[in-house]
């Protein structure tokens, strides 16, 4: 066998079996009542809106207002006989039963008022919606071989269809049933119909507004729609009134008759843009249409918009069967399945509703079988949401394996990104230290040399060189220590190397050393550079001050700008500016203080002493956390 047929069985198996089961039940009430008689023939007088009465005339059952007038409204009055009771049933209650009558009806058995839905020639009842029963008392049901006359007044709005269906006369408790199975299957079944729309209408809108799918807003227009057409075969009055909810009713059949063609062509694939403006250029001017149509009483607008809605569903309907044939889509048979179904059943209802062809006892199949296609085409949708969750899942899936090989590869990439910094860092603190024993120390050493190497040098002069390169040294090796910012031990430190020197030269040091704030710009370079600043300061003060006092202070001055100051102060000679001694060493101290960002400021008079002050701005140690 092949594929497509397979599929295409496959796809019919559904539907064939929910049809049998329709059958089934529509069957059988009818096979349980065998007295009922029903009656296809009656006399009609019928008076149309503006016209003259016709005269009484004979007329075939179903009677249908549409066929005496398309555009006007008016009254009509059947007449027809009851068959006579048998004796069998002289002592069981009878009744009457309509599959239709309307749109409002007066019931008269023997010129005696029995039944009445709505006052005549009002609006705003419409009995045709569902079946109808009488139930005649027992003086009115007549006598055993007793003919009853039966009269019935209808008044009708056009294109509302009104008129009278065959007639069902035989005992109540075979009449009931049948009434029971039709409104269960007319207005119980329209009503369940109506909850399971919205139900999907609601769950669609839900999907479409979170993945945006057109598949899911197409049927959530097509689900919506069919909830107005069913609320309005449920037979329960509607608060719009006539003609307002007749023509929303009709617009909405149409929306919902393309949007269940368009989504059916979304649920295969993504339609062409041609595709597109033909459901857009038709659909909508149908819908339209069909409203005005019936609003304005005007037929001819209602077959255009019949004739635009037929193309728009047979262009949706063609690109389903090409997607069918072409590509074998699982799909697309499976909508083409239930398309003929729902077809099948359209035909079976103008058969029966049109032409009177059917059984007056059948009930119409077409809500049944369109509600079966949306449950396909919910299938349908369903499936396209389970593909997506599952790419969904697989593309997460995919994604958290390439995250985690990108997060393995850039830890892997600043693990040796960490280790070069530090080898980086171990090589320029090499070079650092080697630079400063090469500036400091091995400057001191190759001047001693200098010293030692001619004749009649100075004893003390060589033992100040001396004393000067180890100072040198024990601040290069201090450098070297953790410092974790705090400037205060660097001074301390310096203070402590310092401190044997001063007290052999007789100078008295004054310490006013506050406690500062960590910095995040003490490093081991400014640590050095500072301790040399102040190193070539104590120096000179050694050498050329001739002071008996020297003081060192440092405070936090808030500013502007927030700065530690550092002064270095001597009550020694002193100097004109411009004449200081020493070769380049006040240069080389502004110069060190300009390499950390600070400022060397030099105020000295003769016989007045020197003051030396370093300002350097402030950067604080972030909190810890």
Not at 165 to 185: K, M, N, Q, T
Request: proline letters at 7%; glycine letters at 8%.
């Amino acid at each position: 066998m092949l594929p497509g047929l397979r599929l295409l069985l496959r796809a019919l198996l559904l539907p064939l079996l929910a049809a049998a089961l329709l059958l089934a039940a529509q069957a059988a009430p009818a096979a349980r009542a065998p007295a009922i008689h029903t009656l296809h023939s009656a006399d009609a007088a019928v008076q149309v809106d503006g016209q003259p009465p016709r005269l009484p005339r004979p007329v075939e059952l179903p009677f249908r207002w549409q066929a005496q007038s398309t555009r006007e409204g008016g009254r009509a009055t059947l007449t027809l006989r009851l068959p006579a009771r048998p004796a069998a049933d002289a002592e069981r209650p009878y009744g009457l039963l309509f599959e239709a009558l309307g749109n409002q009806a007066a019931v008269y058995i023997n010129d005696e008022l029995v039944a009445q839905w709505g006052e005549l020639d009002d609006p705003d009842t419409d009995a045709a919606r569902g079946p109808r029963l009488v139930r005649l008392p027992p003086e009115l049901a007549g006598g055993v071989g007793d003919t009853l006359l039966l009269r019935v007044e209808l008044s009708c709005q056009p294109q509302r269809d009104g008129g009278m269906s065959a007639v069902r006369w035989g005992p109540l408790d075979d009449i009931e049933p049948l009434y029971d199975h039709e409104r269960l299957w007319r207005n119980g079944a329209a009503l369940v119909y109506a909850a399971g729309m919205l139900l999907m209408a609601g769950l669609a809108a839900g999907l479409w507004w979170h993945q945006r799918d057109p598949l899911y807003r197409a049927f959530a227009l097509a689900a919506l729609t069919g909830v107005v057409r069913n609320l309005d075969q449920s037979g329960l009055p509607m608060p719009p009134g006539w003609p307002l909810w007749d023509a929303l009713t009709v617009m909405t059949c149409a929306a919902h008759l393309v949007a269940m063609a368009y989504s059916a062509v979304l649920a295969i694939r993504p339609p062409s843009a041609r595709l597109r403006c033909a459901v857009l250029v038709g659909g909508v001017p149908a819908a339209l249409l069909a409203g005005l149509g019936l609003a304005l009483h005007q037929p001819l607008l209602n077959v255009m918009a019949k004739g635009l809605l037929a193309l728009t569903v047979l262009a949706c309907l063609a690109e389903v069967v090409r997607q069918a044939v072409y590509r074998r889509a699982f799909g697309a048979w499976t909508l083409l399945a239930a398309a003929a179904a729902t077809l099948a059943a359209g035909l079976h209802d103008l058969l029966h509703a049109h032409l009177g062809v059917a059984d007056v006892a059948s009930v119409p199949l077409l809500p049944h079988a369109m509600f079966g296609f949306m449950l396909v085409l919910a299938t349908l949708v369903m499936a396209r949401y389970s593909r997506s969750v599952h790419a969904y899942r697989d593309l997460a899936r995919s994604l958290d394996h390439r995250v985690a090989e990108r997060e393995r590869q850039l830890t892997e990439a600043l693990d040796s990104l960490h280790a070069q910094r530090q080898q980086q860092a171990v090589l320029l603190e090499r070079q650092r230290i080697m630079q400063e024993i090469h500036d400091g120390v091995g400057s001191q050493l190759v001047g001693l040399l200098n010293m030692v190497s001619r004749p009649g040098a100075d004893p003390e002069v060589v033992a100040a060189q001396v004393k000067l390169a180890l100072d040198e040294m024990r601040v290069a090796v201090d450098s070297l220590q953790p410092l974790e910012g705090d400037l205060t031990v660097v001074l301390a430190t310096l203070r402590y190397r310092l401190q044997p020197r001063l007290e052999a030269a007789g100078l008295a040091l004054e310490w006013e050393v506050d406690s500062l704030p960590p910095r995040a710009d003490v490093t081991p370079q400014s640590a050095m550079q500072i301790q040399r600043i102040l190193l070539e300061g104590f120096t000179n003060v050694l050498r050329h001050a001739q002071a008996r006092r020297i003081r060192l202070s440092a405070h936090w001055d808030v500013g502007p700008p927030e700065r530690v100051q550092i002064v270095l102060a001597d009550d020694g000679a002193g100097f004109a500016p411009g004449t200081a001694r020493g070769g380049h060493g006040l240069a080389n101290m502004r110069s060190r203080a300009a390499s950390i960002g600070a400022t060397l400021a030099v105020e000295a008079a003769p016989g007045r002493g020197t003051r030396v002050r370093l300002d350097w701005p402030v950067r604080r140690e972030p909190a810890p956390g």
